[in-house]
């Protein structure tokens, strides 16, 4: 923290968190323990208080907002809640390619506005980052899988709570899609386009904005470790992953990572 802020008195008054939410077209393919409903379902919980998200904000006095990038539902205003909505959930990346370029680009710059403006308005001196979306660890282990190069079994996870039927299920249609789609590792660009979603690429915006701003902002913070800088969430670290694909990280001798 020193490093980053150039004092030997570091300090953390400003701390945000945006959770990017939004609804993903492979749910069609059965990927999930739950129906794409609860993606507005959870939104709704987080606006009114009741997750485990707020508890944690409130004890520590974070500055919490959910951004909505791409659900479904059409949501009351609310002072805690940012619109951004790209459109109403993503398409089937199965069958076709989650968004067009045009979307992609849009879902980039809504995520890249939503700090800034927030930034501009009160300087922040950490964010967090964090996601919701039913379906939408299929597109980050998807995503996982080209850029790393490992295998989709070991990108994937259980997401919301998938047994063992479901979880072969959830890697065979990742092995599926990597074999419909013709992905380039290094263009994140085209992996959001063609498998990414709405919330990711917001998030993907998100760091690449907060990055620019040189102060500890590009931080990814996970729900559970709030001092923690990689993100425990497959979908969080598929965020930070594709950023780096658009723009690839430098880390400077005995710093921290900057963009």
């Not at 199965?94 to 992609?104: G, I």
């Not at 072969?168 to 590792?185: M, N, Q, S």
Request: hydrophobic share 45%.
């Amino acid at each position: 923290m020193a490093l980053i802020q150039n004092t030997l008195s570091p300090a953390v008054l400003q701390k945000n968190l945006f959770v990017f939410a939004g609804d993903h077209g492979i749910t069609e393919e059965g990927v999930s323990a739950y129906p794409s409903e609860v993606t507005a379902q959870m939104v709704e919980n987080f606006l009114n208080g009741g997750a485990a998200i707020n508890v944690l904000c409130r004890h520590h006095g974070i500055d919490l907002k959910i951004v909505d990038m791409g659900v479904k539902k059409e949501f009351s205003p609310h002072p805690d809640l940012i619109i951004k909505k790209v459109a109403k959930g993503t398409r089937n990346f199965a069958l076709e390619p989650a968004m067009t370029r045009e979307q992609m680009i849009t879902a980039l710059e809504n995520g890249m506005s939503t700090f800034l403006e927030a930034h501009a308005k009160t300087p922040m001196e950490i964010v967090g980052l964090g996601e919701m979306g039913i379906g939408n660890t299929t597109s980050a282990s998807a995503l996982i899988s080209v850029i790393t190069g490992i295998s989709p079994a070991q990108a994937a996870g259980r997401g919301t709570g998938v047994d063992d039927k479901g979880l072969a299920h959830k890697i065979e249609v990742i092995e599926r899609v990597l074999a419909f789609h013709d992905l380039d590792p290094a263009n994140g660009f085209e992996l959001l386009q063609k498998i990414g979603g709405f919330e990711i690429a917001g998030m993907a915006g998100a760091i690449l904005a907060a990055a620019s701003k040189k102060p500890p902002l590009s931080w990814t913070v996970s729900f559970q470790r709030p001092q923690a800088w990689w993100p425990t969430s497959s979908t969080r670290r598929s965020g930070a992953i594709s950023s780096r694909a658009i723009a690839p990280w430098k880390r400077p001798r005995r710093r921290p990572w900057t963009i």
